[in-house]
C-alpha cells in the first residue's frame, strides 16, 4: 500500500532547489578574500565560548532555509498521508445490518441465535466513540432501515437505539444480505461523516449469501472500491453453524385442488425433510383447517437429507375460502428440532359451489355419444345436462357456433371448443376479448377444420389465439417391431407445469398408453422465438401447446376431444385428469390467488357487495386498511404489501368474515449449512478478497489527509524563526549604532566599517573592504 500520495508529482522536480542556501554560502564564501590579522590573538581565547554559539546559530539558519525551501516545494505537489492524522475523519458513520431471517430463531444454549445478534450490535455500538453516528439496517426480507432513511443517531443515544434494535423482528423469511450490504455501501452518508464502517451480523448461514450470483459480488467489489468516503466491511458471525444442529422442516404443503366443489374430495401433501446431519426418529404429523386440528398422519424415521411425503384425503362441504395446514407435533421431545418456526407449512383452498365453463357444440342434433361435448361433460361429471352424484366444481353449458357470436362470455371462466370446424371471424374476435380479459380458451381440432381460416384468423400471425399455426393432417399409423399398436405415443414436455403435473406421473396415470393415429401438425416458431409445449408426440413435435394472451390463457392442441379414430385419448384414465387439470389452469386468471409467493399481489374481487373498505392483517400483526376501486364485477380489494411469508387475512364488515391467504417461504431457509470452503473461496475471490470473506478485510481504498496545509504553516513558521535568528546574529555581528559615512578627497560617497565588534577582531580576519569575513 502506498504511504505518501502526490497529487502534483512535478513540483517534486524543484525538491533540489533545496540546496540552494548551502551553494549561495560556498559562492559567498569564495567571492570574498581573506586578510590575516594577528594584533588581537591575545583576545581569541576569551571570545571562543560567543564563537561557538555563533557559529550553532549559523547552521540553525542554514538548515531553517533548506527546510523553508523544501516545504514549499513539498506543499506545492500536494501529499496526502493515509490516516486520520490532522483531525479531518473524526466522525466515523457505522452502518449495523442486522440479519433476522428466519434461521436466527433456532436454539442457542438458553436463547436464541436472534438475541444474540442484537446483543453483540449492543457491543458494537458500545464500543463507538461519543461523535460517531449510528444506522440500523434490517436484512430479512429485503434491505429496510430501521432508523431514518436519511439520518443518523449519535453512538451514546444508548435509549434511541435500544429502541431502534427492539423495532426488529425475525421473518419466516430469508435475509438477501447482498442487496443489504449494496445498500448500506450506496447509502448517502449524514452528518459531515468522513469515514464509514458496515458491520454485518449474521448467523452464517449459506443460503442468505447468494453465492450464485458471482455477478452481483463482482459489481459489489466496484461499488465498495469506488465509494464517496471511505468504507470498511466487518461480517461478524455470532454464531458458527455447528454439525450437531438438529432441524426437521415441513418444506412445502400443495393441494390437488385449489378451487374445488362442494363435498369433492382432493389431496393434500406435504413434504417433510430433515435437515440435520444424524437421523432423527419418526414422530406424528398433525392437519389442521383454520387451525383446528382433523387428523394425524405417521412420520417415520429420517435419515440425514431425506424427504417423506405425508398425505391426507379431504372434502368440505361449506363453500368458502380455507386454510389448511399441515404441523409436526413434537410435544414431548420426540423428533429433536432447534428450528420451530419451519415446523408448519400452509395452502389455502376454496370450495365453490360451482364454476361455469362454456362448450362449443358443432354437432347438437346427433347422438349423445356423437356429440363433441358428450366426453368432457362426462369428464367433468355430468350427462346429458345433468351432474351425476359425484360431479367436479365446473358446470357445463353448451352453445352452437353461431350462438358464440352472440353469448354473453363474461358469465363463464373458460370456453372449450372440443372439435373445431368452422368459426366465424366475429367469434374469434370475442375469444380473444375473453382471453384478454382473464378468461381461458381451449380449442382441440376437429378433422373438419379449416387450416386456411385457422392461420389467417385464429392464429393471425401470432397476433390471435394460438401462438403457431397448423401446417396439415399427418397421419401416424407406423407400428414399431415390438409393438402391435399403430400411432404414436404422447409425452408431457413440460413435468412440473401445473396443467401436466399429475398427466406426467407414471405410477398413477396412462398418459404414455394413449396412441395418435391424426393430428394436426403445428408449424415451427418463427426464428429466434419459442413456443410453449404441453404435450408432444413421441417424435417430439408438439401436440398441445399454450399461449399466454394478456390477463387469460389459451391451449390449443392437434388432435379433437371426442371418440374417433384420431387417437384414444377420450377413452383413457388420464383423459378426466386432463380436462379437470386444465380447466383448473385457465380458470386461475379470473379465480382469487390465494397461495402466493413473496412480492405477489393480493387481488380479491367482489360482486354485489357493500363493502367499500377492509383491512388486511399481515404476518407481523399490523393491520392496513384498503379502499375498494369501482370495477364492472363489483369491488376490488387490492394490496401489494406480500413481501412477509406467512398468513395474511382480508377482513370485511364488523362481522369477522376474512379471506385467508398465504405467502409461501423459502424451503432453503431450513438448511442450516454454513458456508463451505469452497463458496468462501469463491465470494473471497468474486469480492476482491485474499483471505475470505468472514475475515473482516474488505475494505475500500484507506482515507488519505491531505498534508500541504500543514506544510504550508510549517513554512510560515520557518519563515518567521529564520527572520528572528537572522535578526539575532545580525545584531550580534553589526551592533546597534548606526554606520558613520565619510566622503573622500574626491567628494565621492562611502561606507566605512567604524564600529567592529570585539568578536570580529577576535577571528582574526577582515577583509580588504574593512568587514570582518564569517567563518564557519
Known amino acids: 500500500m502506498t504511504l505518501v500520495v502526490f497529487l502534483s508529482t512535478i513540483f517534486l522536480l524543484a525538491l533540489p532547489l533545496a540546496l540552494a542556501p548551502v551553494l549561495l554560502h560556498l559562492f559567498d564564501r569564495r567571492r570574498q578574500v581573506t586578510i590575516e590579522w594577528g594584533a588581537m590573538e591575545f583576545l581569541l581565547e576569551a571570545s571562543t565560548r560567543r564563537t561557538s554559539a555563533r557559529k550553532l546559530k549559523q547552521w540553525l539558519l542554514l538548515l531553517l532555509r533548506i527546510l523553508a525551501v523544501s516545504a514549499l516545494v513539498l506543499a506545492l505537489a500536494r501529499p496526502k498521508l493515509p490516516g486520520q492524522w490532522f483531525g479531518t475523519g473524526e466522525t466515523n458513520e457505522a452502518i449495523l445490518i442486522i440479519d433476522n431471517s428466519m434461521s436466527t430463531q433456532r436454539s442457542f444454549e438458553d436463547s436464541t441465535v436472534f438475541a444474540q445478534i442484537i446483543e453483540r450490535a449492543r457491543e458494537e455500538i458500545r464500543s463507538l466513540s461519543g461523535n460517531d453516528r449510528v444506522r440500523i439496517l434490517m436484512a430479512s426480507p429485503y434491505p429496510v432501515w430501521i432508523t431514518p432513511p436519511n439520518n443518523s443517531v449519535r453512538s451514546d443515544s444508548t435509549d434511541l437505539i435500544d429502541r431502534y434494535l427492539g423495532e426488529i423482528k425475525p421473518t419466516s423469511s430469508s ?78 404443503m400443495r393441494s390437488s385442488r385449489l378451487v ?12 417433510v425433510q430433515n435437515h440435520s446431519a444424524a437421523e432423527v426418529s419418526g414422530g406424528q404429523f398433525v392437519w389442521m383447517i383454520e387451525d383446528e386440528e382433523q387428523a394425524t398422519s405417521e412420520i417415520p424415521d429420517l435419515s440425514p437429507g431425506s424427504t417423506h411425503e405425508v398425505i391426507w384425503r379431504n372434502s368440505i362441504s361449506r363453500p368458502g375460502a380455507y386454510s389448511l395446514s399441515g404441523r409436526i407435533q413434537n410435544e414431548n421431545g420426540k423428533i429433536p428440532d432447534d428450528l420451530q418456526p419451519d415446523n408448519q407449512a400452509t395452502v389455502v383452498v376454496e370450495v365453490r359451489e360451482e364454476l361455469p365453463v362454456l362448450i362449443v357444440e358443432s354437432a347438437p342434433n346427433t347422438g349423445a355419444m356423437q356429440q363433441d361435448s358428450f366426453f368432457v361433460q362426462a369428464a367433468l361429471g355430468w350427462i346429458n345436462g345433468e351432474p351425476m352424484e359425484r360431479h367436479s366444481v365446473f358446470r357445463p353449458s353448451t352453445v352452437t357456433p353461431e350462438e358464440l ?156 376431444l371426442t371418440m374417433r379414430d384420431w387417437s384414444d385419448l377420450a377413452r383413457s384414465q388420464a383423459f378426466v385428469v386432463m380436462v379437470q387439470d386444465w380447466l383448473n389452469y385457465l380458470t386461475q386468471p379470473r379465480a382469487t390467488r390465494h397461495n402466493l409467493n413473496p412480492g405477489d399481489p ?170 570582518v569575513q564569517q567563518t564557519l
Not at 409425452?491 to 403435473?501: F, G
Not at 468474486?686 to 488519505?704: F, I, K, M, P
Open 405 to 560: 357470436e352472440s353469448i354473453e362470455l363474461s358469465e363463464f371462466r373458460a370456453v372449450i371448443l372440443p372439435n373445431l370446424t368452422v368459426i366465424s371471424e366475429a367469434a374469434v374476435a370475442r375469444l380473444r376479448t375473453f382471453a384478454l380479459s382473464g378468461g381461458g380458451v381451449w380449442i382441440a381440432l376437429g378433422p373438419r377444420a379449416d387450416i386456411e381460416a385457422f392461420n389467417e384468423h385464429v392464429f393471425a400471425n401470432g397476433d390471435g389465439l394460438s401462438p403457431l399455426a397448423i401446417e396439415g393432417v399427418v397421419i401416424d399409423s407406423q407400428r414399431s417391431e415390438n409393438d402391435s399398436a399403430r400411432g404414436q405415443t404422447i409425452s408431457v414436455a413440460l413435468r412440473e407445469h401445473p396443467a401436466t403435473a399429475e398427466l406426467a406421473d407414471p405410477n398413477r396415470m396412462d398418459t404414455a398408453e394413449i396412441r395418435i393415429r391424426r393430428r394436426f401438425r403445428f408449424m415451427n416458431p418463427p426464428q429466434g422465438e419459442a413456443s410453449a409445449s404441453l404435450l408432444n408426440v413421441s417424435n417430439g413435435e408438439p401436440l398441445a401447446v399454450e399461449k399466454y394472451l394478456g390477463q387469460g390463457r389459451v391451449i390449443v392442441m392437434g388432435i379433437p
Open 260 to 271: 374445488v366443489g362442494s363435498n369433492q374430495t382432493f389431496t393434500l401433501t406435504a413434504e
Open 175 to 252: 435475509s438477501d444480505l447482498l442487496a443489504s450490504l449494496f445498500t448500506a455501501v450506496q447509502a448517502d452518508a449524514v452528518d459531515q461523516a468522513t469515514s464509514r464502517t458496515v458491520v454485518l451480523l449474521t448467523d452464517g448461514q449459506a443460503c442468505d449469501w447468494k453465492t450464485t450470483d458471482q455477478s452481483g459480488w463482482l459489481r459489489f467489489q466496484e461499488v465498495l472500491r469506488t465509494a464517496k468516503r471511505p468504507t470498511r466491511l466487518d461480517v461478524i458471525e455470532t454464531e458458527q453453524l455447528a454439525q450437531g444442529i438438529r432441524n426437521v422442516a415441513v418444506n412445502s
Open 602 to 771: 393480493i387481488v380479491v374481487h367482489l360482486a354485489e357487495t357493500g363493502h367499500s373498505e377492509a383491512f388486511l392483517s399481515t404476518p407481523n400483526g399490523e393491520d392496513t386498511q384498503l379502499t375498494a376501486d369501482a370495477s364492472p364485477e363489483g369491488a376490488v380489494f387490492r394490496s401489494t404489501r406480500t413481501i412477509l411469508p406467512g398468513e395474511y387475512r382480508l377482513k370485511l364488515g364488523l362481522n369477522g368474515e376474512s379471506i385467508p391467504f398465504h405467502v409461501q417461504r423459502n424451503p432453503a431457509e431450513s438448511n442450516l449449512s454454513e458456508l463451505s470452503s469452497v463458496e468462501r473461496e469463491l465470494l473471497a475471490k468474486t469480492a476482491g478478497l485474499t483471505s475470505g470473506l468472514l475475515s473482516s478485510d474488505l475494505s475500500s481504498e484507506v482515507h488519505q489527509d491531505p498534508v500541504w496545509p500543514a506544510l504550508l504553516i510549517g513554512l510560515i513558521a520557518l519563515m518567521s524563526i529564520e527572520l528572528m535568528l537572522s535578526g539575532m546574529i545580525s545584531r550580534e555581528r553589526f551592533g546597534t549604532d548606526s554606520i558613520s559615512e565619510v566622503v573622500d578627497a574626491f567628494g565621492d560617497r562611502s561606507t566605512e566599517r567604524t564600529d567592529v565588534s570585539l568578536a570580529e577582531l577576535t577571528s582574526g580576519k577582515v577583509t580588504k573592504n574593512g568587514s
